[in-house]
């Protein structure tokens, strides 16, 4: 439109050349030129030393809204962690039941929590409890599976293998637990799967990852949902480091 514009004004002077443009019309074309030309010039400089920018104003406006993001990610995510990690250090109370009946009982609270409470922060607290509590009795159950729970259809019984290689990470699982991380169906249990992804690969080294995993969490990533911001995130975090150590 603006190309047509300026074309039109120059065949109007050459059908009439007596037809003058005044001062204040040529202002006000520039002044409905001017918005278009940030996508054309990184600045204007008009006269009287007036300087406009484009480019570079909103390169760091989009840099700044980044690491506003980013920065508010990681608050939330160490918040989410020191709950987690308070509640799982805390002097536990001396019960009478053994570590396989208060697993078994925390699981199904995790069950009918999900059933009967809507999905938002005070379900999403009350869960990281449950887990906090499974991180301190899941190393304690005897002959517990941990492939066969990674690989199980009950979500319950995946949390606690996320919980036991979260506490006690092993590096034997880490193909397993990223396969199970990458098709987690509960965003909770996604999130404390990549957590546990992330403490493996510190127990092993970057180094020691192999590249059919890094392609795993790679295809992860792209299924993602752009909502889920956290665990995006996260997932980002644990592939950076894994390209940082590839280079």
């Not at 001396?94 to 697993?103: F, I, L, Q, W």
């Not at 005897?142 to 690989?151: H, P, S, T, V, Y």
């Given at each position: 439109?603006?190309?047509?514009?300026?074309?039109?004004i120059?065949?109007?002077?050459?059908?009439?050349?007596?037809v003058?443009?005044?001062?204040?019309?040529?202002?006000?074309?520039?002044?409905?030129?001017?918005?278009?030309?940030?996508?054309?010039?990184?600045?204007?400089?008009?006269?009287?030393?007036?300087?406009?920018?484009?480019?570079?104003?909103?390169?760091?406006?989009?840099?700044?809204?980044?690491?506003?993001?980013?920065?508010?990610?990681?608050?939330?995510?160490?918040?989410?962690?020191?709950?987690?990690?308070?509640?799982?250090?805390?002097?536990?109370?001396?019960?009478?039941?053994?570590?396989?009946?208060?697993?078994?009982?925390?699981?199904?609270e995790?069950?009918?929590?999900?059933?009967s409470?809507?999905?938002?922060?005070?379900?999403?607290?009350?869960?990281?409890?449950i887990?906090?509590?499974?991180?301190?009795?899941?190393?304690?159950?005897?002959?517990?599976?941990?492939?066969?729970?990674?690989?199980?259809?009950?979500?319950?019984?995946?949390?606690?293998?996320?919980?036991?290689?979260?506490?006690?990470?092993?590096?034997?699982?880490?193909?397993?637990?990223?396969?199970?991380?990458?098709?987690?169906?509960?965003?909770?249990?996604?999130?404390?799967?990549?957590?546990?992804?992330?403490?493996?690969?510190?127990?092993?080294?970057?180094?020691?990852?192999?590249?059919?995993?890094?392609?795993?969490?790679?295809?992860?990533?792209?299924?993602?949902?752009?909502?889920?911001?956290?665990?995006?995130?996260?997932?980002?975090?644990?592939?950076?480091?894994?390209?940082?150590?590839?280079d």
């Amino acid at each position: 439109m603006i190309s047509t514009v300026a074309l039109g004004i120059g065949a109007i002077h050459l059908v009439k050349p007596d037809v003058k443009i005044d001062g204040v019309t040529l202002v006000l074309a520039v002044i409905a030129l001017v918005p278009w030309l940030g996508d054309l010039f990184e600045s204007i400089e008009l006269p009287g030393g007036a300087k406009l920018q484009y480019r570079k104003l909103e390169e760091r406006l989009e840099a700044a809204e980044q690491r506003a993001e980013e920065v508010q990610l990681a608050v939330t995510d160490a918040s989410r962690q020191a709950r987690v990690a308070l509640v799982a250090s805390a002097n536990e109370s001396v019960r009478e039941e053994g570590a396989d009946e208060a697993v078994r009982r925390l699981l199904d609270e995790f069950t009918n929590l999900r059933r009967s409470t809507p999905s938002g922060p005070a379900r999403t607290y009350r869960q990281e409890l449950i887990f906090a509590e499974l991180i301190k009795l899941a190393p304690q159950l005897a002959d517990f599976d941990i492939a066969g729970a990674l690989g199980s259809a009950d979500d319950a019984s995946r949390l606690t293998a996320y919980a036991r290689l979260y506490a006690c990470p092993e590096g034997d699982f880490l193909p397993t637990l990223v396969e199970a991380a990458a098709e987690e169906v509960i965003p909770f249990g996604q999130f404390w799967a990549l957590r546990a992804v992330s403490a493996v690969i510190d127990a092993v080294g970057p180094d020691n990852v192999q590249l059919g995993t890094v392609r795993r969490l790679r295809s992860c990533l792209a299924r993602i949902p752009q909502s889920a911001v956290d665990r995006a995130h996260l997932l980002r975090a644990i592939l950076g480091r894994l390209e940082a150590a590839a280079d």
